[in-house]
Antibody, heavy 124, light 111 residues
Framework: EVQLLESGGGLVQPGGSLRLSCEAS????????MSWVRQAPGKGLELVSA????????YYGASVDGRFTMSRDISRNTLYLEVNSVGGEDAALYYC?????????????????WGQGILVTVSS | QSALTQPASVSGSPGQSITISCTGS?????????VSWYQQFPGTPPKLILY???KRPSGVSPRFSGSKSGSAASLTISGLQADDEADYHC???????????FGGGTKLTVL
């Protein structure tokens, strides 16, 4: 069974930084595309970033700017998302999700396993 | 404003069928059969219920079905049950630098 466990969220001051982690079990993150998806309160889903299985190339959602950095440590089976200069627009529930489709060597783009999510709150 | 358009809410009575639409453009849904649907209960993560327009992952009820016409996709839930009450999100692959598009979500109420 695939399990994705996010950590590292919480209260962040505006202008601060945060590092989210996603520890995976039941799969090797090096064999599948993985992603971060966020959901602001009462809003829809939004792709933050995704990483391709084969070569570790990282892709960022169109609304995400250069403040975000996604990475993976295959030996630890863990994903990371670093965010700098955090602003109110970054407040959301951040999900780690396994991606199938072209990021995993196929076609298309869909999310077949999700973590429980980690909340990021931005306030001074 | 979301890239894909879904109705904010739909409702139906137990036993009925309901359909949720998801409208995109000729660049995404209109060209690619890579539409997926997710069910989300309050306080829980989304759950994949359909991918590639109409394919169901193992364990998903056959009461959930998908279709596509032109630049719009649809999710149909037949034999509506009380525990189908949830938010439903559509998504589509896009070859642009967005990679994947989402709808704003539709709240299904079972009357």
């Amino acid at each position: 069974e695939v399990q994705l466990l996010e950590s590292g969220g919480g209260l962040v001051q505006p202008g601060g930084s945060l590092r989210l982690s996603c520890e995976a079990s039941g799969l090797s993150i090096g064999s599948y595309g993985m992603s971060w998806v966020r959901q602001a309160p009462g809003k829809g889903l939004e792709l933050v970033s995704a990483i391709r299985a084969s070569d570790g190339s990282v892709y960022y959602g169109a609304s995400v700017d250069g403040r975000f950095t996604m990475s993976r440590d295959i030996s630890r089976n863990t994903l990371y998302l670093e965010v700098n200069s955090v602003g109110g627009e970054d407040a959301a529930l951040y999900y780690c999700a396994k991606v199938l489709g072209w990021l995993s060597g196929g076609l298309g783009f869909w999310f077949d396993s999700w973590g429980q999510g980690i909340l990021v709150t931005v306030s001074s | 404003q979301s890239a894909l358009t879904q109705p904010a809410s739909v409702s139906g009575s137990p036993g009925q069928s309901i359909t949720i639409s998801c409208t995109g453009s000729s660049s995404d849904i209109g060209t690619y059969d890579h539409v997926s649907w997710y069910q989300q209960f309050p306080g829980t993560p989304p759950k994949l219920i359909l991918y590639d327009v109409r394919k169901r992952p193992s364990g998903v009820s056959p009461r959930f079905s998908g279709s596509k016409s032109g630049s719009a996709a649809s999710l149909t839930i037949s034999g509506l049950q009380a525990d189908d009450e949830a938010d439903y999100h559509c998504s589509s692959y896009t070859p642009t630098n967005s990679y994947v598009l989402f709808g704003g979500g539709t709240k299904l109420t079972v009357l």
